[in-house]
């Protein structure tokens, strides 16, 4: 496979001299260019120090991420001081709060602040803003108020200004928290979108399995390992894993693998609402007409 | 027990960005109970909790603490406070003191009660969260995100609120985190008259935890009542952007489907909201015969 992020040996610990506890220890892993790629774990497995690593926001204590970045046409390190600006146009991050990361007050000229600041031509910026802005369906809004948006708009806005740096990966940083059902959606399909029409390799870290079931694969951070990896019917059918380490997997799963352990003729595994459903209707028919 | 009568709340009256954010909402807030506020954003539900304790003065109409109007003068406001305690979203970044333990008994000093009582009630509201006495002599910057939630829901539990309000007390924490949290809380009703009302995005979460439930729309009550009651309500919520608990979800597609197959089913199991009833619905149409999977399987 072609990878566009690379980890050899990675570790990290927030103490200066990097003895004490380390949050991410000795992680290998590759992600794959274009391909859509969850995180999950409990509240301080490590998760998010793994992805502001993988964007430069964080330095490793040792160890390396490799990124294999077109626009820059070479393999970028991010404890590189001279590669740092090619890793952060290149990996992009969309984080939690839809409040803390709007900078202007008018939904275009926050769109526009990166490209502006990567000295792009004002030209340019016009095209890429107005495509940015199409691709989130906020086009129509470009000359809103950013502030009197609802969070799920904001957070469009927040992932147009990512788009506007053409990143050839963007990381979601448990960016659905805060959102209703509805911006939860319109976010996911955005993602989904990006991946599928775009090309962007996407990484999502989430709290909520029913969007993790949507990705290509799953890793399952622990203590700042990776403890599963998978796809999502591979991860989701050792349950016994997931709740060891506070996590479940979704409702569908759940109530279908219960059925499956107490004998019933189903499918092992389901990854949604409507795969639920079918398996549950199957094995009703089943009965019924034996 | 919270009344609202005909209560509107506008925004920016007078200027061009006039908006009413609540419309002529009447409900009642029942003593004992768990109430659930679902809504999208912008439905008014974060209007609604300030309106409760006074933080907003409605345009029109009333709210009623047992009987009394809240915001009759400055003075009942002010004590209303006290009565109705609403944990914010994200409310740690409202913590502010050196220790957990100061931060705890913030409220309770500013009620002007007595050191052994206030000592009584941080000890009380920490055990309550379950915040380890370790804990409370830290600063609570050293915290995890889990442990600062706690210590701040526990500086509004400390002033023994009549009615506890809580914005999205769960958003952003791990499934383990959000059950235990949320178990915690609504037990604060159990024994007492004290109510709980619980403002949230998840559908899961609200039909688990209330006994009633409150959905909102555009300003408006969409439809109020008992858990399965507002999630018969299919079309209209999604229609204003909810959804059903992924349960209601699977046990709507299955009675759909089992119906063009001409396979009986219990339109009440439709409503299921919870793995448990929907596992033991199924469980005993298959005729399964241990129902040993019973437990969790998480």
Not at chain 2, 70 to 76: D, P
Not at chain 2, 161 to 166: G, H, Q, R, S, Y
């Amino acid at each position: 496979m072609e990878y566009i992020i690379k980890s050899e040996a990675l570790s990290f610990s927030y103490d200066e001299d990097g003895n004490g506890k380390k949050t991410v220890e000795n992680l290998d892993f590759q992600i794959e260019r274009g391909s859509f790629t969850a995180i999950i774990g409990h509240n301080g497995s490590g998760k998010s120090t793994i992805a502001k690593l993988m964007c430069g926001v964080l330095e490793p204590s040792s160890g390396e991420i490799y990124i294999d970045s077109k626009s820059a046409g070479r393999i970028l390190r991010v404890s590189c001081d001279e590669d740092i600006f090619d890793v952060r146009k290149t990996v992009g991050m969309v984080f939690q709060n839809p409040d803390n990361q709007l900078v202007a007050t008018v939904v275009e000229e926050d769109v526009a602040f990166a490209p502006e600041n990567l000295g792009v031509p004002s030209a340019e910026i016009r095209k890429k803003v107005d495509s940015a802005l199409k691709a989130v369906g906020l086009y129509e809004y470009r000359t809103h108020d950013t502030h009197k948006l609802s969070g799920g708009q904001k957070q469009r806005v927040a992932i147009a200004g990512i788009l506007a740096m053409s990143p050839e990966c963007v990381i979601f940083d448990e960016s659905t928290a805060m959102l209703d059902p509805r911006g939860r959606d319109d976010v996911m399909k955005i993602i989904k979108e990006m991946r599928d029409s775009l090309g962007i390799t996407v990484i999502l870290i989430t709290h909520y399995m029913n969007e993790a079931a949507l990705a290509d694969r799953i890793m399952v951070v622990n203590d700042g390992k990776i403890i599963l990896d998978g796809s999502p019917r591979n991860v989701f059918e050792k349950n016994e894993v997931l709740s060891e380490c506070g996590l479940e997997v979704p409702q569908s799963t759940e109530l279908v693998r219960k059925l499956y352990d107490s004998g019933a003729e189903i499918t092992k595994t389901v990854l949604d609402t409507e795969e639920a459903a079918q398996a549950i209707v199957d094995a009703l028919e089943k009965k019924y007409k034996k | 027990m919270i009344e609202f009568s005909n209560v509107s709340y506008v925004y920016g009256k007078h200027t061009p960005f006039e908006r009413a954010a609540v419309n002529n909402v009447s409900f009642k807030i029942e003593d004992g109970l768990v109430t659930g506020i679902i809504g999208h954003t912008g439905s008014g539900k974060s209007t609604v909790a300030q309106l409760m304790n006074a933080l907003l003065t409605p345009t029109s109409g009333k709210v009623l603490l047992d009987g009394a109007d809240i915001n009759a003068s400055r003075e009942i406001s002010y004590k209303t406070r006290f009565k109705v305690g609403i944990v914010f979203q994200y409310p740690e970044y409202q913590l502010f003191e050196e220790t957990v333990e100061k931060d705890i008994a913030y409220g309770p000093t500013n009620m002007g009660l007595d050191e052994t009582e206030i000592k009584r009630r941080v000890e009380m509201a920490a055990d309550f969260v379950g915040i380890s006495k370790e804990i409370l002599k830290s600063s609570p910057f050293e915290l995890s995100g889990g442990q600062k939630r706690r210590a701040a829901i526990a500086g509004v539990i400390a002033m023994e609120p009549k009615i506890l309000v809580l914005d999205e007390p769960a958003a952003g924490l791990d499934p383990r985190g959000r059950s235990e949290i949320l178990g915690r809380l609504t037990k604060y009703r159990q024994g007492s008259d004290k109510s709980i009302v619980i403002i949230s995005h998840s559908m899961e979460d609200v039909a688990e935890y209330s006994d009633r439930i409150l959905a909102m729309n555009d300003g408006g009550i969409l439809c109020s009542g008992t858990p399965s009651e507002v999630f018969s309500h299919y079309d209209e919520l999604c229609r204003s952007g909810l959804a059903l608990p992924q349960i209601t979800n699977i046990m709507n597609l299955v009675m759909k489907k089992c119906k063009e197959r001409g396979i009986p089913f219990d339109n009440s199991a439709a409503s299921f909201f919870t793995v448990d009833d929907a596992y033991k619905y199924l469980a005993q149409r298959l005729e399964l015969k241990s129902e040993e999977g019973g437990n969790t399987v998480c």
